[in-house]
């Protein structure tokens, strides 16, 4: 949550400079005519930061909020489109993705332990962890493995700043036919896979992978088979 915050208050800021830097202009149009391109193309992804920021805050706000109202999710519809006043779909967006946070960070926080828990949320991506063990080879006292849920990979993104509410929802969205038919491993790999790609593709590009990758999940290929397909995919994105 801190690295959220964070975030949005450094993007706000830097936004926030450029009217300061004319004191003197009496609207933000007149503050943007001033600047150069490059100060122009600088601002405009600075914005565009910062709603992401924003955005990614009000789902972690939104899923907070359905476990408050003990997960009556008309409740919380209702309650959210009366704060925010937006559309009913970006209202169910919000939820379905802060949703998903709010099942990984429960999940990480069944760790008995405080060293355990605190690693998946600094390295995004993790998919299980297995519980430390003691000088003598024991676990402690109630630890258990931390068995995340498919979308993990997802909230952890959305959590770090890296991925917006826009994008988590496609993602979501996207892979969601095939819970009922697909392993766990299977579907957090694609989630990952698709985590990856979302930093050089549209969400027009990820809900038609998505889909692709759904298809392909319904294919009587084995488990195993298909997660070595996502991991082989995963590392054709980050290979030069």
Same mark, same amino acid.
């Given at each position: 949550?801190?690295?959220?915050?964070?975030?949005?208050?450094?993007?706000?800021?830097?936004?926030?400079?450029?009217?300061?830097?004319?004191?003197?202009?009496? !609207?933000? !149009?007149?503050?943007?005519?001033?600047? *150069?391109?490059?100060?122009?193309?600088?601002? @405009?992804?600075?914005? #565009?930061? @910062?709603?992401?920021?924003?955005?990614?805050? !009000?789902?972690?706000?939104?899923?907070?909020?359905?476990?408050?109202?003990?997960?009556?999710?008309?409740?919380?519809?209702?309650?959210?489109?009366? @704060?925010?006043?937006?559309?009913?779909?970006?209202?169910?967006?919000?939820?379905?993705?802060?949703?998903?946070?709010?099942?990984?960070?429960?999940?990480?926080?069944?760790?008995?332990?405080?060293?355990?828990?605190?690693?998946?949320?600094?390295?995004?991506?993790?998919?299980?962890?297995? *519980?430390?063990?003691?000088?003598?080879?024991?676990?402690?006292?109630?630890?258990?493995?931390?068995?995340?849920?498919?979308?993990?990979?997802?909230?952890?993104?959305?959590?770090?700043?890296?991925?917006?509410?826009?994008?988590? #929802?496609?993602?979501?969205?996207?892979?969601?036919?095939?819970?009922?038919?697909?392993?766990?491993?299977?579907?957090?790999?694609?989630?990952?896979?698709?985590?990856?790609?979302?930093?050089?593709?549209?969400?027009?590009?990820?809900?038609?992978?998505?889909?692709?990758?759904?298809?392909?999940?319904?294919?009587?290929?084995?488990?195993?088979?298909?997660?070595?397909?996502?991991?082989?995919?995963?590392? !054709? @994105?980050?290979?030069?």
């Amino acid at each position: 949550m801190e690295v959220l915050f964070d975030h949005l208050a450094r993007a706000a800021a830097k936004v926030g400079t450029q009217r300061l830097r004319s004191p003197s202009a009496t !609207s933000p !149009s007149a503050v943007y005519r001033q600047l *150069p391109d490059d100060a122009l193309n600088q601002a @405009l992804w600075q914005l #565009g930061e @910062l709603q992401r920021a924003t955005e990614a805050l !009000s789902a972690v706000i939104a899923g907070e909020m359905l476990t408050r109202d003990e997960g009556r999710a008309d409740v919380t519809l209702r309650r959210i489109r009366g @704060l925010t006043r937006a559309s009913g779909d970006t209202v169910e967006r919000l939820l379905r993705v802060g949703t998903v946070v709010a099942e990984t960070e429960q999940a990480i926080d069944a760790a008995a332990t405080f060293d355990e828990a605190q690693p998946l949320w600094r390295e995004r991506g993790v998919m299980d962890a297995a *519980p430390s063990a003691d000088e003598e080879g024991d676990t402690p006292l109630g630890s258990q493995p931390v068995q995340l849920p498919w979308a993990a990979p997802v909230a952890l993104a959305v959590v770090a700043g890296e991925l917006s509410a826009e994008t988590a #929802g496609v993602i979501l969205r996207g892979l969601a036919p095939a819970v009922e038919r697909a392993d766990v491993r299977e579907l957090q790999a694609a989630a990952e896979s698709l985590v990856l790609a979302a930093t050089e593709h549209t969400p027009e590009w990820l809900e038609r992978q998505a889909s692709k990758i759904c298809w392909r999940l319904s294919s009587p290929v084995s488990v195993a088979g298909r997660v070595r397909e996502g991991r082989e995919y995963r590392l !054709s @994105l980050v290979r030069p």
